[in-house]
């Protein structure tokens, strides 16, 4: 008997993908591979977020990051999906994104290269530091710490859109991690210590805002030492993401190409990629592919809403007692959370 093909219960009101939407990943909670106690829980986040007033960002495939981010209880998801909302209007990120021009980029990479590059063996983007010769002095006579930070945001509001579903078209199924790679040549405690306040933000960004993000992470060229230190914080972490996390030294190349082609990995982590201007500067991928690339849905301003979707034309799904459970403080159990920049 044939297995049967995945598939992830969507609701037209507030989903409309133009690609894949099942994940590889079968692991429970991921799209595609959800019980029916996730997907209840899935309509009651978006209803609590809508009875706060909450209009955007309510489709499934974001609120199953948020829950799966939170373990599947409801009540930590919608906080931590408030707390992002709270950011995103603080920060103006939806006007931000179409507005933004880093034009001290080049001059900034110099000193510190950050940028997304291709796509590894399972068709994620593959995103790129070096943190060897970040100088803060130096930077911030070209730019500044919110200018930095505000990048980050955009950089991260690119990678949902256009790239990863530039690369989900590619792939055939849905992506929405990536591959990090962290290049530790030259760094030292006193150079971390110099730029902890901007390192604690840019991580708290990534662990608060943007969930459920990474899919492997490489740390090449840990200093002599750095292996002893992690084994201690990994303790810390989910060991789903400690599993995610590869703490390499400087014979980094042969595990590294086992993820990464040759050919899409630049030079100077041992690959064969060269690219004219350089590879931290091109941003090669699908995403810049007219074969799989589609103008993001935040490029066009989207009208003011004045009111709030009205739910009752909608079905409501039966709330297992699970789901409901997990509303009741009694039943909340204290989290773990992962370290920054790590989920």
Not at 21 to 40: N, V
Not at 88 to 109: G, M
Not at 222 to 233: E, H, L, N
Request: hydrophobic share 35%.
């Amino acid at each position: 008997m044939a297995s049967e093909t995945p598939a992830q219960t969507l609701d037209p009101k507030y989903d409309h993908y133009d690609f894949p939407t099942i994940s590889p990943t079968t692991l429970s909670g991921h799209p595609g591979h959800t019980t029916p106690e996730q997907d209840a829980q899935v309509f009651q986040l978006r209803m609590k977020l809508e009875s706060e007033g909450y209009t955007e960002r309510l489709d499934t495939l974001t609120l199953l990051r948020f829950l799966r981010a939170r373990k599947f209880d409801v009540a930590l998801a919608e906080q931590m999906f408030v707390d992002c909302e709270k950011w995103r209007k603080e920060t103006q990120l939806d006007e931000l994104v179409r507005t933004f021009d880093y034009t001290e980029k080049e001059e900034v990479f110099k000193y510190y290269p950050q940028y997304y590059h291709k796509t590894d063996k399972d068709g994620r983007p593959v995103y790129i530091e070096q943190l060897g010769n970040i100088d803060l002095t130096a930077m911030y006579k070209i730019t500044t710490a919110e200018r930095m930070l505000q990048n980050l945001a955009v950089e991260y509001e690119k990678l949902a859109d256009p790239r990863l579903p530039a690369c989900s078209r590619k792939a055939g199924f849905l992506l929405e991690t990536c591959c990090s790679i962290m290049d530790l040549k030259g760094v030292g405690l006193g150079k971390v210590s110099s730029v902890y306040s901007y390192i604690k933000q840019a991580s708290a960004m990534s662990q608060n805002y943007y969930p459920e993000r990474l899919g492997r992470m490489y740390l090449i060229n840990a200093p002599w030492g750095f292996s002893t230190v992690f084994s201690i914080v990994k303790g810390w972490l989910d060991p789903i993401t400690v599993e995610k996390i590869h703490v390499l030294g400087g014979g980094y190349q042969k595990e590294l190409l086992e993820q990464v082609p040759a050919e899409n990995l630049p030079k100077i982590f041992g690959g064969t990629c060269d690219c004219p201007g350089g590879c931290a500067l091109g941003d090669k991928g699908p995403w810049t592919d007219p074969e799989w690339a589609k103008a993001p849905k935040w490029q066009t301003k989207p009208e003011k809403k004045e009111d709030v979707i009205n739910n009752e034309a909608v079905d409501q799904p039966a709330v297992p007692e699970v789901a409901k459970a997990a509303e009741t403080p009694e039943n909340v159990a204290d989290e773990i959370k992962p370290a920054p920049a790590l989920q």
